[in-house]
């Protein structure tokens, strides 16, 4: 699919004229596929129940990947269609990390991106860093993907965060990649003949915010988390990433579709403040071999006026559905809603445009009502698993924003940095349910 210039006024005028009889807002003057809006409509529906809440994890039947560092946001090598790849009889994972003496609030400042091995999907031995030392962009790395290709070449994405160098952090994100040979031996699993890290991608301020509109008064900002996927009907390939609609705060307002139906939107009122919030899942289309020039597209999903973070997206097909997944915190919601820490779902028979949510609001993961912060980074493979790491657990009364100001004696007693239990959960349509609860870290 083209890219297609959008003009803002142009759209902000079909946006109004659509608002009453759709809650999708139409993208381009060609009208060549919709971005689908998570509406506040969507989130006052949603329910914890059996079907979508987490066990309760105890923190003290589980163990760190490796004693020496925290581990959070995971995901594992994987073939172009999806599919955990199996290189010589190992599957290989990669996570951010930190060493376990830093203080949990301090782990995205510094993290690096680690791997590790295994032949059964449970047991996992650490491979150290992924990178060479000194080569990969950014001041650290956050989350990313790594795909093998027929040649057994891995091709590894990851967003590259500030700068090397700076006096002063920042959170400057950009897309950057690398390529590599896999090496399985005896010895287990290496990399070697790393290409140059390239940056394929930044922000264009046209359909995804930049830093420096962010910094007009946005409460945050994303361009991260680039995720390989490969399009099974079209052949197409593309990267899925979270990102933030474009324009400063100034340049924005909710608008009706934002709401939801005529009927609810005509008696919910939306605080002004909420349009602070402006997450987004986007898409690029790759341009070459090399995987090393894409083309931004229009998002595939927004939640302005909704939620301000839509972390890790990533898509699985099922039949002739796509599901496309994202993670949130309960502190991303605008004001006037509400959902918990969890994993979210959309589900549309196109891979652009008509996403509507899972269970009719969305939510498809909850992390229990009486240990809220127990899991995070929640990723579905295609049959199903879903990994995630163990976050806050047992923090009684408190919240996330509560614990920086504790003990580090009790920070560290409550924070995992490991791999959470796995999942199983079932997709039947725009309906989802937790099937089992798998072991710790198990990947099948």
């Excluded at 925290?70 to 955990?84: A, C, I, M, N, Q």
């Excluded at 602070?276 to 006026?305: M, Q, V």
Aim: proline share 5%; aromatic share 12%; hydrophobic share 35%.
């Amino acid at each position: 699919m083209k890219k297609k210039k959008r003009s803002l006024l142009l759209a902000t005028t079909i946006i109004g004229l659509s608002a009453i009889l759709s809650p999708l807002a139409t993208v381009g003057a060609a009208n060549d596929y919709t971005v689908s809006n998570w509406t506040r409509e969507h989130v006052t529906n949603i329910e914890l129940n059996d079907r979508n809440t987490a066990p309760v994890i105890n923190m003290d039947e589980l163990e760190k990947l490796d004693e020496g560092y925290h581990t959070w946001d995971t995901w594992p090598l994987k073939d172009k269609d999806g599919s955990v790849a199996v290189v010589n009889g190992y599957k290989i994972i990669f996570a951010l990390s930190a060493p376990s003496h830093v203080l949990p609030g301090q782990v995205h400042d510094i993290a690096e991106i680690r791997y590790f091995y295994s032949k059964n999907g449970k047991d996992w031995i650490s491979g150290g860093p992924v990178f060479e030392e000194g080569k990969a962009l950014g001041s650290r790395q956050w989350a990313g993907s790594a795909m093998i290709d027929e040649d057994d070449q891995l091709h590894f994405f990851y967003t590259a965060t500030g700068r090397k160098g700076q006096e002063r952090i920042t959170y400057e994100q950009r897309f950057a990649k690398a390529s590599a040979d896999v090496v399985a031996s005896k010895k287990g699993i290496s990399f070697k003949n790393w290409s140059d890290h390239q940056i394929i991608l930044e922000a264009d301020g046209e359909y995804y915010q930049t830093q420096e509109q962010g910094s007009q008064g946005d409460i945050a900002y994303a361009f991260r988390d680039p995720e390989f996927f490969k399009d099974p009907k079209s052949g197409e390939e593309y990267i899925v990433f979270e990102g933030n609609s474009s324009g400063a705060p100034a340049d924005r307002s909710c608008l009706p579709e934002h709401s939801g139906s005529p009927e609810f939107a005509e008696n919910h009122d939306v605080p002004e403040v909420s349009v602070l919030f402006n997450g987004s899942i986007g898409i690029a289309k790759a341009s070459n071999e090399d995987y090393t020039e894409f083309e931004l597209l229009p998002p595939l999903l927004e939640a302005n006026c909704v939620n301000q973070e839509l972390e890790r997206p990533h898509i699985i097909v099922k039949g002739n559905n796509y599901y496309l997944f994202t993670d949130t915190h309960f502190d991303k919601f605008a004001p006037g809603i509400t959902g918990p820490e969890g994993l979210y779902g959309f589900v549309s028979d196109d891979l652009f445009g008509g996403y509507e949510p899972l269970n009719g609001s969305g939510l498809v993961i909850a992390n229990p009502e009486d240990n809220p912060y127990q899991a995070y980074s929640w990723l579905v493979l295609p049959n199903g698993t879903v990994i995630s790491f163990v976050h806050f657990s047992d923090l009684g009364d408190l919240s996330i924003a509560d614990v920086g100001h504790q003990s580090h004696e009790f920070q560290f007693e409550h924070f995992g940095g490991m791999p959470a239990p796995s999942l199983k959960i079932a997709l039947n349509r725009d309906r989802s349910h937790i099937v089992t609860e798998l072991g710790q870290g198990v990947i099948r």
